[in-house]
């Protein structure tokens, strides 16, 4: 079956750093990806999506890039600040039609400090 | 921003009763979804809503879980008779269309307490 795993957390980091949350899968098809972010009292937010081998997702700083020979989608980010503390999660959903449902990681726990 | 709405935000049920968290979904969104979270693990699926049934449910997803959409709006998930291990915190999550590309907008959660 489907599934992600993520670099175990939690992670701390001094702001300006550099940040990589590594994000591998298993699909039997053709998945497209995603990270989301929760920040402490929020719900699930898209941070950024690929959905096909090659593509690069951006938002915010954060950057990942599908890439298919590897089976990863790797979140980074070149400079971290205070504000980019949050849980994040990486996730696929691998269907062609209906209502398919997101395969999430186990999520990685961010912490930036000043 | 339209935005997917859950409450209550947090509910404390004593074991082997009955608790409905509720949901309004974004109002132009066609798919339905809930997830939970049980603490420190990973973000779970628990069923799919599309078209007025059950697209798709997860083994977890057993005769005392059920989901509903009364009247348009709302999009409800009853747990009959509730066991300590149903603790976790529940997300509803609405979607305009089911394609893989497609983001999914999720509520701020319910966390469910069950003592």
């Known amino acids: 079956g489907n599934s992600v795993t993520q670099m175990e957390g939690p992670v701390t980091l001094s702001e300006e750093a550099f940040l990589t949350i590594n994000c591998t899968y298993t699909?039997?098809?053709?998945?497209?990806l995603f990270w989301y972010v929760q920040y402490p009292g929020e719900g699930l937010q898209l941070l950024l999506k690929?959905?096909?081998?090659?593509d690069k997702g951006s938002n915010k700083g954060f950057e990942a890039t599908y890439r298919k020979e590897t089976t990863s989608f790797h979140l980074e980010k070149g400079s971290v600040q205070v504000s980019d503390s949050a849980v994040y999660f990486c996730?696929?959903?691998?269907?062609?039609?209906?209502?398919?449902?997101?395969?999430f990681g186990q999520g990685t726990r961010l912490t930036i400090n000043p | 921003e339209p935005e997917v709405t859950q409450t209550p935000s947090h509910q404390v049920t004593q074991m082997g009763q009955e608790v409905i968290l509720r949901c309004v979904p974004i109002?132009?969104?066609?798919?339905f979804y809930w997830y939970r979270q049980i603490l420190g693990q990973k973000v779970e699926f628990l069923v799919s809503?599309?078209?007025?049934?059950?697209?798709?449910k997860s083994e977890i997803f057993d005769d005392q879980f059920s989901v509903e959409r009364p009247d348009g709006s709302n999009f409800t998930l009853k747990i009959r008779s509730t066991k300590l291990e149903d603790s976790a915190m529940y997300f509803c999550?609405?979607?305009?269309?089911?394609?893989?590309?497609?983001?999914?907008?999720f509520g701020q959660g319910t966390r469910l307490t069950v003592v």
């Open positions: 996730a696929l959903r691998d269907s062609t039609q209906g209502a398919q449902k997101l395969v």
């Open positions: 699909a039997t098809g053709y998945p497209s």
């Open positions: 109002s132009n969104h066609l798919y």
């Open positions: 999550a609405s979607e305009k269309s089911g394609t893989r590309g497609t983001e999914a907008f």
């Open positions: 690929a959905t096909k081998a090659d």
């Open positions: 809503f599309y078209n007025n049934e059950i697209s798709e």
